[in-house]
């Protein structure tokens, strides 16, 4: 059988993709235009050299600036177990992601065992669990094939020692390099002192960190912590902010914004990105949201979001929102970028920039819904380790990415 005859204009298309294909330069601007990680991941499976490319660090840093990890949804507490709220619509290529990130935490839930969330940070997910035979932390990760669940030593303190009550405990997460380090705070007071106890996770064993004590001079209730770069925030006090410097042992107190009095409903802080500071967030009763950061000595009021002047315009499609209920808080995002609101039976997701305010759950058993986790997209990425440059699956990952084989 003769060969299938070449035309001019297939060949010249055939030379010109492949002048593409072996530019560096060329394939890095057609990798960097791909909008998601696990896309890029199925790309860098195409060949040795493309994923040579794709896992260079001066190309990841630069891929995460174009797209900055995409909001998946959300998880909550509930009675029986945590629940998925997927952020809803998302592009056809995540959902496979969404069905992923929609998992169980807690398949062989009874009437006798719970599983709670703790702390969620990019696509890992920390719980605690106690069932007939115990209590077991431990750490999901989500999105990562082969590395579901690691199970976490208990920790290390649960009593108060004598003379001092038990007062608030939190597992805390920062990144470090291309993971998370966890700490466990402990905090315990008597009528006299405030004590706290700072334990790190490592190689699977929580060890002392760092402890510190102040004079108990406040009034402790409703606790919540905010770990940024070397510092904890320890929020509940009346009046200040409890800061725990994990570098130097020590403890200080930041007043809050004139007028602000923290209420765990409706003031929240959240992470500056750049670790220079923290972000605060108050709802007040005209449906105001004022946001102050704190970098230094001082806070400065950034913004001030006037939440009638957005929902209007949901009200008018929609009648079942009642803007006569007070707005409380449940999460607000890094940077302050994006928040969580509940509004009588609906969660609404607000983005601060484009002052964009939307529906993404209506409570129906729930009386109100507490702390919301939101769950990211996958970064940094997992490349697979290829061993040789496979030509069917060179052409099946082309095709997959939108490139055709020549």
Known sequence: MAAAEITPAAAAEAYAKSKVIDDDNLLNEILIRISFPTTLVRAAAVCKRWLHLASGRKFLRRFRELHPPRLLGFYHNSPTSPRFVPMLPQPPELAAVIRRSSFSLDDSQSDDAWTYIMDCRGNSVFTRRRDRSGLTLAVHNVLRPGRDMVV???????????GYLFTYSAVLSKEEG???????????????????HVYALQAGVWRAHTSASTQNRYLVSNLTALLVHNKIYIVGITRVVLVLDLTASSLSTVRLPPGVEYDSRYTVFSRAGDNSGVYLVHSNDRHELGIWLHNGDNWLLVDTIDLPAIYTYLVMSDDTLDTCVNVCILHVADNAEFMFLEMGQWVLHLDVKSRTLRKVYEMEDERYLGRVYPFMMIWPPTFPALKDDDPARISLNLQFCGVAAT
């Open 178 to 196: 291309d993971g998370l380090s966890y700490f466990n705070l402990f905090l315990e007071s008597s009528s006299a002192n405030i004590l706290v």
């Open 152 to 162: 976490v030593p208990p920790f290390p303190r649960d009593k108060p020692q004598d």
